[in-house]
Nanobody, 114 residues
């Protein structure tokens, strides 16, 4: 069974930084895109950033220039989050989309507060 394990969430002050990581439990083939989504209380889940198999990245307007998605290898991606704002507070989910399946992690809480 494929598992996505996120780590790196926590509490940070406005203006601070956090780095999230997502590790896939086994190698997946035919990956289309890997990415991060987030869901704040009372809101729908939204895209944060994605990276394709050939390295193309895409960001939500709200995080452009502050967040950076990267891939260590076919089983691990990261999200470097700088200049964090209170509105970035949410549960962050890792997602992997392949030709045949779509996988989600369990989520990691990010709280930006003074």
């Amino acid at each position: 069974q494929v598992q996505l394990v996120e780590s790196g969430g926590g509490l940070v002050q406005p203006g601070g930084s956090l780095r999230l990581s997502c590790t896939v439990s086994q190698r997946l083939f035919n990956i289309n895109v890997m990415g991060w989504y987030r869901q704040a209380p009372g809101k729908e889940r939204e895209l944060v950033a994605t990276i394709t198999a050939d390295g193309r990245t895409n960001y939500a307007d709200s995080v452009q220039g502050r967040f950076t998605i990267s891939r260590d290898n076919v089983r691990k991606i990261n999200l470097q989050m700088n200049s964090l704002k209170p509105e970035d507070t949410a549960v962050y989910y890792c997602n992997v989309d392949t030709w045949s399946d779509n996988y989600w992690g369990q989520g990691t809480q990010v709280t930006v507060s003074s």
